[in-house]
């Protein structure tokens, strides 16, 4: 009499095997690719490290025109956000709930920066802040779709 309970039979082995490693080799890839932008793609990293990002590319002090054609050169625009440039009263940000603004401002440029991610879409955002035409704050709001 044998001493298993029942006999299993060797292709439900096999086949267990080729799905567990197909399995694993798909989760190792997509840990992969995460891992990978996490790192090397600037749009993921927290608002804190994109806004020190966006500031050593136009640092305080620039002009709209050489902000405009920085996010013009490096194609940083979302699909579905337009690029806007407008003049605000100074007092408007001291009430802006989207980020902390550091000194008022007369001009305002709202770029969408990035869109990712499925099915879940995240937006980054980028608000540059001038007066009298030289940049003196960048904000960064990131918003992800939900249920």
Known sequence: MSSRLFKVPRWWIWSFGIVAGGLFVLVAVAYSYVSYQQVHNVW??????ITAYLLAQTPLGSTEAEVITWLERHDVSAPYMARFVRRVEPYEFKRDGFFD???????????????????????????????????????????????
């Not at 993921?44 to 490290?49: D, L």
């Not at 008022?104 to 869109?115: D, F, N, R, V, Y």
């Open 101 to 147: 603004a550091k000194a008022s401002a007369t001009a305002q440029i709202h770029e969408g920066l990035a869109e990712y991610g499925y099915p879940f879409l995240t937006t980054v955002e980028g608000f540059y802040l001038f007066d009298e035409g030289r940049l003196v704050d960048i904000g960064v709001r990131k918003t992800a779709e939900g249920l």
């Open 44 to 49: 993921w990293r927290s608002e804190k490290e």
